[in-house]
């Protein structure tokens, strides 16, 4: 379902098993990686805000070990803290005012008392330690350089990682905590609440599979409080097709992450991108069923997404050669059925159509054991490949993106992931990747 960039196209030829070997050498040689750091504040202990808008003038001190934000263009900031002798938030005001030589003088109340006032800047950087409550213990301590002002939290605890509960909008029934994919209705708006529950309250996004976030026409936060964000989310499908959807909260450095698979039509996952075999799979009453669509006179990389298939009803004319790569005894296999009798998963495949056929479609069911339900979450239908020293070809089974470091216990002892490539198309250009998606075929080096 991810866009990938255009590879470079290629004829086919009899000579395509060495070019394959070939060409993983010397993409394994002259890659070089380049990794692209992009820090951000939110998710520290320490919050830094650069850029303030009226909406980050209220602050909830108890997700943080500190905050740092620009005052230069705040007059009033809200922000909730526990005292030393109260179990919960209590509410304060810093009023501030920076004259013209850089020095902010700032006013610290709570409702109408004054509980701290004076100037910060070069000369007095700090405030010391300030007392919010009767005791004789410190809560916080203010001070400013820069055009920042920084607020200690005193008693700081590191927040819980965030819970996400989903909550069928209609029935007010919650969903069970494994489901992660959710029926929809082509054309039917859909609703959903969402409950995030944390120690402290969490800080919500949700976006696409694209990246783009969800606008207030879709997700709108209903309540809130100390401890928990409740959003109510209303969407309709457009066609019948998998759409995934991933919520992140973030309390304190903790950040939970969770992907939901909107389910309409059926359909659980979905690949189709260009040098690749259409790949959809679709619930059924008994499991799972996958199709494959090949198109087109190019060699096509793949693999099962999940089941397997036996490969002597599809021996037909139209199949010019199924290849596959066994690194155990580092040997290629391409005949049918003598060599190659069943397609499983976990394994990577290219597949090449005869001259003149322009379209082949495999269909895989992948039945659950008698008397069982389908399931509603995909976890026990993602598998990982098996890995040996070496290069392996591999596909990755289920319905979701595994990232390589999910691929860690499959990875022989006291070895390593040294390369990992997508193919793009007949195997002469390769993209060298961190995660793996369902339906396509890898080139893993083991070390």
């Not at 405030?127 to 200690?152: H, M, N, R, V, W």
């Not at 605890?157 to 509960?165: G, K, L, M, W």
Request: contains cysteine; charged residues 25%.
């Amino acid at each position: 379902m991810k866009k990938s960039n255009k590879p470079r196209k290629s004829t086919k030829n009899d000579n395509i098993k060495p070019k394959i070997i070939v060409s993983v050498v010397i993409l394994a040689i002259i890659i070089l990686v380049g990794v692209l750091f992009q820090f951000t504040n939110i998710g520290q202990a320490v919050f830094r805000v650069d850029t303030p808008s009226d909406t980050i003038k209220d602050v909830n001190m108890a997700a943080y070990e500190a905050i740092e934000i620009n005052v230069e263009t705040i007059e009033t900031l809200n922000f909730k803290m526990k005292t030393t002798s109260s179990d919960v938030n209590k509410e304060f005001v810093i009023k501030l005012e920076i004259n013209e030589e850089g020095v902010l003088n700032y006013l610290l109340t709570e409702e109408d008392s004054i509980l701290a006032m004076g100037l910060l800047g070069e000369i007095v950087p700090s405030s010391g330690d300030l007392y919010l409550d009767d005791d004789e213990l410190p809560d916080t301590q203010l001070s400013f350089a820069d055009g920042y002002l920084k607020i200690l939290n005193a008693n700081y605890a590191e927040p819980d990682a965030s819970e996400i509960t989903v909550i069928d909008g209609k029935t007010g029934i919650a969903y069970l905590e494994d489901v992660k994919i959710i029926s929809a209705v082509k054309e039917k708006p859909l609703n959903l609440i969402f409950n995030v529950t944390s120690t402290v309250t969490p800080v919500v996004t949700a976006s696409w599979e694209d990246g783009t976030n969800l606008g207030e026409e879709q997700l709108v936060e209903i309540d809130s409080g100390d401890t928990y964000v409740t959003l109510n989310f209303t969407w309709t499908s457009t066609e019948d097709t998998a759409y995934l959807l991933t919520f992140e909260a973030i309390t304190g450095d903790k950040i939970t992450t969770i992907t939901y698979i909107l389910s309409a039509g059926k359909i659980v996952y979905i690949l189709e991108e260009t040098n690749y075999p259409k790949i959809k799979v679709k619930e059924m009453e008994t499991g799972y069923q996958t199709t494959l669509t090949f198109s087109g006179n190019e060699m096509l990389p793949f693999s099962i997404p999940c089941g397997e298939l036996e490969l002597d009803a599809h021996t037909s004319e139209q199949i010019s050669t199924i290849y596959s790569y066994d690194q155990s005894i580092q040997q290629w296999k391409d005949n049918v059925p003598s060599e190659i009798n069943k397609l499983i998963s976990g394994k990577g495949y290219f597949l090449d159509l005869k001259e003149g056929e322009t379209s082949l479609a495999l269909t895989i069911d992948c039945s659950l054991d008698a008397g069982t339900l389908p399931p509603k979450d995909y976890d026990s239908f993602t598998t990982l490949p098996t890995l040996v020293e070496g290069w392996n070809l591999v596909g990755i089974g289920g319905f979701t993106v595994v990232s390589e470091k999910e691929m860690l216990p499959v990875v022989p002892a006291n070895k390593e992931i040294i390369a990992a490539f997508v193919i793009a198309n007949d195997g002469v250009s390769f993209e060298e990747v961190t995660e793996f998606e369902p339906g396509k075929a890898y080139w893993i080096k083991i070390g």
